[in-house]
């Protein structure tokens, strides 16, 4: 049972290295379930909560694997062009874990706030955030996702949080609070000036608008072909 999958870092490192491995499109059948027996050999044995060591978690990891590659990614309103699905991304249109650094000199998280303030969607992304001296050096990170589609670049990032041991507990309302609680949507934003500024050297012509699509948060545990379970 996919809600059932242990919850921890454990468990999100192991399906992310899983996710990065796979050929999307080739991922079925007797090859995904050699991949899953594999990360899940390399990751040792996921404890679950009163259930012990020894149970087999392979079929319920298969199952979250096929949702997730087969669940419409529906485009931002405004931008043409049909639902994407995971599935259909050849290995040479994307790229797994990308690394990204780049300088931050004297952010104040006052002015931060200030700023967020106009976008509803991101108006309480740095509340958690402590006051303190303005920030100096580097940001760094990795995207789990990148894809080129209809002409745009695109980032998701997976995400193995439990909300519930029901699909309707990952419904919109839930993942909107758990952007929240986690400040995800503050992540979402560092995400993009990354992929903004990688772009920016890479792409002829680039132009933000024209260029990036945007960001994807999959919650894998919800997602569901005809459904879907993403911020």
């Given amino acids: 049972e996919v809600f059932r999958l242990p919850a921890g870092s454990q468990v999100g490192t192991c399906l992310h290295g899983l996710l990065a491995g796979l050929d999307f499109p080739q991922a079925h059948g007797q090859q995904l379930a050699e991949a899953v027996r594999h990360a899940l ?6 404890a679950a909560d009163g259930q012990g060591p020894s149970l087999d978690w392979a079929p319920a990891v298969e ?3 096929g949702h997730a590659l ?7 309103s405004g ?6 699905r995971l599935r259909s991304l050849e290995r040479g249109h994307r790229l797994d874990e990308l690394e990204f650094h780049f300088p931050v000199d004297r952010l104040e998280l006052a002015r931060l706030r200030r700023l967020l303030a106009g976008y509803p969607r991101y108006r309480h992304a740095a509340d958690a955030l402590r006051e303190q001296q303005p920030l100096r050096g580097l940001v760094r990170g990795f995207v789990d996702l990148v894809w080129r589609h209809g002409g745009r670049y695109w980032v998701a990032d997976y995400k193995s949080n439990r909300l519930g041991d029901r699909l309707e507990d990952y419904g ?5 609070q758990a952007m929240q609680e986690h400040r995800y949507d503050l992540q979402a934003l560092i995400y993009t000036v990354a992929m903004h500024r990688y772009l920016r050297r890479r792409v002829p012509d680039y132009q933000y608008d024209s260029h990036f699509g945007g960001v994807y948060y999959l919650f ?3 997602m569901r072909p005809g459904q879907g379970c993403l911020a």
């Fill in 220 to 222: 894998l545990r919800g």
């Fill in 79 to 84: 931008v043409p062009g049909e639902p994407l």
């Fill in 172 to 176: 919109q309302p839930a993942l909107e």
């Fill in 41 to 46: 050999d390399s990751c040792g044995r996921l």
């Fill in 63 to 65: 199952r979250l694997v």
């Fill in 70 to 76: 087969d669940t419409d990614l529906p485009l931002p």
